[in-house]
């Protein structure tokens, strides 16, 4: 089979960062336990290559956060994910006297420090996510009284929302159409508002590739973890761009060889920002041979 990579793929810089400073710890601790507080980065496969090299992921799954950064003890060394957390747990690791590692990839970073600012100056926000997604519910968390969320698709009473000062921000890994209309919406209805809303450079450009793919292309792979978002938005982008070709997702060549892939002629490969080279390149291997 024919195969296009679009580019970019494999990690995205503030994945990749993430990674180097849980092994940044591993190097300078060599003698200690290495504690990832919840997912490093959406992906199972890099979540289960850190735990073959010794990493101890504190699943959220089975205890909040802040319930393990209770069990923990003083010295244990903590490794903050890309996704940015609760500012509350830092105050906590710190009273713990936890040694921490943030790896907050620095556009989760950037729109912190607008919100906390805008905070600070008495003003309000109103903030695009998803619920439930760890960098939206580490954002509501720096204050929950003072920040809406506005999930597109869903209803949002802006009856009831009066905001103050209001600056609009939203989550790094949404899709970029569906934020100009949410922009373009929260406008119409907040005209005062500042739009400081976007989606990070990672994301953006992989969605701007995905639409410029050439004409004859049967076959969409994208490669991600369905917890990763900035993978299902180019998921949901190449399904509603190309209804007639076949669009898959898988993390990696084992997942897709359980795929029956129809007779295509020409695959488009192309990955999520938490997807290695490693396992991108295996796939395209594997789709060549096809
Ligand atoms: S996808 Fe964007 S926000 Fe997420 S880690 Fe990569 S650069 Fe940062």
Same mark, same amino acid.
């Given at each position: 089979?024919?195969?296009?990579?679009?580019?970019?793929?494999?990690?995205?810089?503030?994945?990749?960062?993430?990674?180097?400073?849980?092994?940044?710890?591993?190097?300078?601790?060599?003698?200690?336990?290495?504690?990832?507080?919840?997912?490093?980065?959406?992906?199972?496969?890099?979540?289960?290559?850190? $735990?073959?090299? !010794?990493?101890?992921?504190? =699943? /959220?799954? +089975?205890?909040? *956060?802040? %319930?393990?950064?209770? @069990?923990?003890?003083?010295?244990?060394?903590?490794?903050?994910?890309?996704?940015?957390?609760?500012?509350?747990?830092?105050?906590?690791?710190?009273?713990?006297?936890?040694?921490?590692?943030?790896?907050?990839?620095?556009?989760?970073?950037?729109?912190?420090?607008?919100?906390?600012?805008?905070?600070?100056?008495?003003?309000?926000?109103?903030?695009?996510?998803?619920?439930?997604?760890? $960098?939206?519910? !580490?954002?509501?968390?720096? =204050? /929950?009284? +003072?920040?809406? *969320?506005? %999930?597109?698709?869903? @209803?949002?009473?802006?009856?009831?929302?009066?905001?103050?000062?209001?600056?609009?921000?939203?989550?790094?890994?949404?899709?970029?159409?569906?934020?100009?209309?949410?922009?373009?919406?929260?406008?119409?209805?907040?005209?005062?508002?500042?739009?400081?809303?976007?989606?990070?450079?990672?994301?953006?450009?992989?969605?701007?590739?995905?639409?410029?793919?050439?004409?004859?292309?049967?076959?969409?792979?994208?490669?991600?973890?369905?917890?990763?978002?900035?993978?299902?938005?180019?998921?949901?982008?190449?399904?509603?761009?190309?209804?007639?070709?076949?669009?898959?997702?898988?993390?990696?060549?084992?997942?897709?060889?359980?795929?029956?892939?129809?007779?295509?002629?020409?695959?488009?490969?192309?990955?999520?920002?938490?997807?290695?080279?490693?396992?991108?390149?295996?796939?395209?291997?594997?789709?060549?041979?096809?």
């Amino acid at each position: 089979m024919k195969v296009t990579v679009i580019n970019p793929h494999g990690f995205c810089a503030g994945v990749q960062r993430a990674l180097d400073h849980a092994y940044k710890a591993k190097k300078e601790h060599p003698n200690q336990h290495i504690y990832i507080l919840g997912n490093l980065v959406h992906n199972e496969k890099v979540i289960s290559d850190l $735990e073959k090299d !010794g990493f101890i992921i504190l =699943d /959220e799954r +089975k205890k909040s *956060l802040s %319930e393990w950064i209770d @069990s923990l003890k003083k010295g244990d060394i903590i490794v903050f994910s890309a996704h940015g957390h609760d500012p509350h747990l830092d105050e906590k690791a710190i009273a713990k006297g936890l040694i921490r590692y943030d790896a907050t990839c620095p556009f989760v970073r950037a729109n912190s420090t607008l919100i906390k600012k805008r905070i600070m100056e008495g003003g309000e926000v109103i903030y695009i996510g998803q619920a439930g997604h760890a $960098e939206t519910e !580490g954002t509501l968390k720096i =204050d /929950e009284s +003072k920040i809406f *969320l506005y %999930e597109p698709q869903k @209803s949002f009473d802006f009856a009831q929302v009066s905001v103050k000062n209001p600056l609009l921000v939203s989550q790094t890994t949404m899709g970029t159409e569906e934020m100009k209309e949410s922009v373009s919406l929260l406008k119409d209805h907040f005209p005062e508002i500042d739009v400081a809303a976007r989606v990070c450079d990672a994301t953006d450009k992989r969605q701007s590739a995905i639409c410029t793919a050439p004409s004859d292309i049967d076959l969409y792979i994208v490669m991600g973890s369905k917890t990763s978002n900035n993978t299902m938005k180019l998921y949901d982008l190449a399904t509603a761009k190309y209804p007639k070709a076949v669009v898959l997702r898988c993390l990696d060549v084992e997942d897709l060889k359980k795929i029956f892939l129809k007779k295509s002629k020409h695959a488009a490969l192309i990955s999520g920002a938490s997807t290695g080279l490693r396992e991108f390149e295996e796939v395209k291997a594997y789709l060549e041979k096809v």
